[in-house]
């Protein structure tokens, strides 16, 4: 991935390009409009994170629809699967998400991209399990997901 800006240009390789797109959907997500900050205060918070995510994807779709679809289809894969260890395998590739990949299918998820179809594994494999509170925008959009998203209480 390269980022341009006016006086130098940026080059990332690998999961590197994960943080540039965090930052770059940071500030799609907290731009200040005339509907405000989406935060937990606002009626319309989902209608607001979906709208700039949207667009924030649109950006990247080039380099991120791919990536998207082979987790989707990954975690499909593992649900449709029989006689598995379901939950050890989906352990296996969640221990493989770096925490700024965890945080841009945190929004995947509850964007209309990700919200019928990829959410629902999400929680059933609780692929947040790992994610680091800080990286979530706001706080309160934990309440988009079921408690279980970010985490299996094991006995």
Do not use: W
Request: glycine share 4%.
């Amino acid at each position: 991935m390269q980022k341009s800006t006016s006086s130098r240009t940026t080059i990332s390789t690998g999961r590197d390009c994960f943080i540039i797109f965090y930052r770059s959907l940071e500030n799609a997500i907290q731009e200040k409009d005339s509907r405000g900050k989406p935060s937990g205060r606002h009626p319309k918070i989902l209608e607001i994170i979906n709208d700039r995510y949207v667009i924030f994807y649109k950006n990247h779709n080039q380099d991120l629809g791919h990536y998207f679809r082979l987790m989707y289809r990954i975690f499909l894969y593992i649900d449709n699967s029989e006689e598995i260890n379901k939950l050890f395998y989906a352990k296996i590739l969640r221990s493989q998400i770096s925490d700024y990949e965890l945080a841009i299918l945190f929004y995947n998820g509850i964007s209309e991209n990700g919200r019928n179809k990829f959410k629902p594994l999400i929680e059933k494999y609780s692929l947040f399990d790992n994610l680091p509170e800080s990286l979530i925008f706001d706080k309160s959009h934990k309440q988009f997901y079921d408690e279980i998203a970010f985490g299996v209480k094991e006995k």
